[in-house]
């Protein structure tokens, strides 16, 4: 039996979004606008797969990628451009959708301005961590607020919480100063208690140094998120005998539910690395399924253009790599969860399509066009394995021979 390989290029959009006016969004395009500004992207291998035709698809326009190099790529495949259904543009709600549960019910948010969170929730996340404090209380950059607060927190043993456009609450805390396994225990509490307000995730921040303007974020970051409402692919995967390999923040999007194997990695080089290194030992009727995180938290929401197009050059230049390790029936997906349109104003995520780019030994080189919902990656997948269908969604494995 084949394998799939699902390469998540987090906030990867490619503009298009037809209901983007309700998220204010209306013109972004993280794939477009980052190739103008640049005056050209060089990434022949993702070009050859389909990358631009569905960026057409998706914009009605071309983007403005320059001349490209001869791919290394020798598979085509299948491309297209879908939109999202979800009632958010999240990191959780573009995940699941793409598992085939679509985030139909509204997150609850906390807001932006000071004191984001309610008085009685701090109180009872303090009490019952046995805390004095908190500091920030608002919505922030993550790479900011430690730069801010980061000295004071170390002074007086107070964590920093803050919260983003995101449904979530986030908190930074110093791993030597007041301790990693203390800091995963306080976003346990906090995640107890953010029930009530339909939180989608706890996000735990560690970071090193010891003054402002060395503080730094580490790979030690951990998700705790809710369940999702009904079986995702991975879980049918899963409870059908398969295996389910989760690499980077994966399993933490899922809470864990449909996971055999999880593998943590850090940097898209090493998320490469550990993805080839899964393929290499994972069986038949297996999923793999990767999250490049740093086009989305290093350069999206840090508006950094110059750094987010380097960084889409660099996966491009390894990609051609993957074919080394594919199986005759193997099938490899390449999607994304949101945009992150980094010349957009703000440091929030964007309402746009993403691409849908499929391809093996086996697979036809074809017009995917429209898709409905990113539900239709997990459709496709679960036809591939046998899986009993989702409730959304719509298959597009004819494509494969």
């Given at each position: 039996?084949?394998?799939?390989?699902?390469?998540?290029?987090?906030?990867?959009?490619?503009?298009?979004?037809?209901?983007?006016?309700?998220?204010?969004?209306?013109?972004?395009?993280?794939?477009?606008?980052?190739?103008?500004?640049?005056?050209?992207?060089?990434?022949?291998?993702?070009?050859?797969?389909?990358?631009?035709?569905?960026?057409?698809?998706a914009t009605g326009s071309r983007p403005l990628l320059g001349p490209q190099e001869s791919p290394r790529l020798t598979l085509r495949g299948c491309f297209g451009h879908a939109k999202e259904i979800s009632k958010a543009k999240d990191t959780t709600s573009g995940h699941w959708e793409m598992a085939g549960v679509p985030v139909l019910q509204k997150w609850g948010y906390f807001k932006p301005d000071y004191p984001s969170f309610p008085e009685e929730l701090v109180r009872r996340i303090c009490d019952a961590a046995g805390l004095d404090g908190i500091l920030g209380n608002k919505a922030a950059s993550g790479t900011v607020i430690i730069q801010e607060l980061g000295g004071e927190h170390i002074q007086t043993g107070k964590p920093i919480f803050y919260?983003?456009?995101?449904?979530?609450?986030?908190?930074?805390?110093?791993?030597?100063?007041?301790?990693?396994?203390?800091?995963?225990?306080?976003?346990?509490?906090?995640?107890?208690?953010?029930?009530?307000?339909?939180?989608?995730?706890?996000?735990?921040?560690?970071?090193?140094?010891?003054?402002?303007?060395?503080?730094?974020?580490?790979?030690?970051?951990?998700?705790?998120?809710?369940?999702?409402?009904?079986?995702?692919?991975?879980?049918?995967?899963?409870?059908?005998?398969?295996?389910?390999?989760?690499?980077?923040?994966?399993?933490?999007?899922?809470?864990?539910?449909?996971?055999?194997?999880?593998?943590?990695?850090?940097?898209?080089?090493?998320?490469?690395?550990?993805?080839?290194?899964?393929?290499?030992?994972?069986?038949?009727?297996?999923?793999?399924?990767?999250?490049?995180?740093?086009?989305?938290?290093?350069?999206?929401?840090?508006?950094?253009?110059?750094?987010?197009?380097?960084?889409?050059?660099?996966?491009?230049?390894?990609?051609?790599?993957?074919?080394?390790?594919?199986?005759?029936?193997?099938?490899?997906?390449?999607?994304?969860?949101?945009?992150?349109?980094?010349?957009?104003?703000?440091?929030?995520?964007?309402?746009?399509?993403?691409?849908?780019?499929?391809?093996?030994?086996?697979?036809?080189?074809?017009?995917?066009?429209?898709?409905?919902?990113?539900?239709?990656?997990?459709?496709?997948?679960?036809?591939?394995?046998?899986?009993?269908?989702?409730?959304?969604?719509?298959?597009?494995?004819?494509?494969?021979?």
């Amino acid at each position: 039996m084949a394998r799939a390989i699902i390469l998540m290029m987090d906030s990867f959009g490619i503009g298009g979004a037809p209901d983007a006016d309700a998220f204010d969004n209306a013109g972004a395009d993280t794939l477009g606008h980052i190739a103008s500004a640049n005056k050209g992207l060089k990434i022949p291998n993702l070009v050859f797969l389909g990358l631009e035709q569905a960026a057409i698809g998706a914009t009605g326009s071309r983007p403005l990628l320059g001349p490209q190099e001869s791919p290394r790529l020798t598979l085509r495949g299948c491309f297209g451009h879908a939109k999202e259904i979800s009632k958010a543009k999240d990191t959780t709600s573009g995940h699941w959708e793409m598992a085939g549960v679509p985030v139909l019910q509204k997150w609850g948010y906390f807001k932006p301005d000071y004191p984001s969170f309610p008085e009685e929730l701090v109180r009872r996340i303090c009490d019952a961590a046995g805390l004095d404090g908190i500091l920030g209380n608002k919505a922030a950059s993550g790479t900011v607020i430690i730069q801010e607060l980061g000295g004071e927190h170390i002074q007086t043993g107070k964590p920093i919480f803050y919260t983003s456009a995101d449904s979530c609450l986030q908190i930074a805390a110093h791993e030597k100063h007041f301790g990693l396994e203390r800091l995963y225990r306080l976003c346990e509490i906090a995640f107890e208690q953010v029930k009530p307000y339909r939180i989608a995730r706890i996000i735990a921040r560690p970071f090193i140094g010891e003054k402002a303007g060395e503080f730094v974020r580490t790979k030690n970051r951990h998700d705790y998120s809710v369940v999702p409402p009904a079986p995702t692919l991975l879980d049918k995967m899963k409870a059908a005998g398969g295996q389910v390999v989760a690499i980077g923040k994966i399993s933490d999007i899922y809470a864990g539910c449909g996971v055999t194997e999880k593998i943590s990695a850090s940097g898209h080089d090493e998320l490469w690395d550990k993805t080839f290194a899964a393929m290499l030992q994972t069986p038949e009727n297996a999923i793999i399924f990767t999250n490049f995180v740093d086009f989305d938290m290093l350069y999206g929401h840090r508006r950094d253009v110059y750094g987010y197009a380097r960084a889409l050059e660099a996966f491009d230049r390894r990609l051609p790599e993957i074919e080394a390790y594919l199986r005759p029936d193997d099938i490899v997906f390449i999607t994304a969860d949101h945009g992150n349109d980094p010349t957009w104003r703000g440091t929030d995520h964007t309402r746009e399509q993403v691409p849908v780019l499929m391809f093996g030994a086996k697979v036809r080189h074809e017009d995917l066009g429209q898709r409905e919902t990113f539900a239709d990656i997990a459709q496709t997948v679960a036809e591939m394995f046998g899986l009993a269908p989702f409730a959304y969604g719509k298959s597009f494995l004819k494509a494969a021979a």
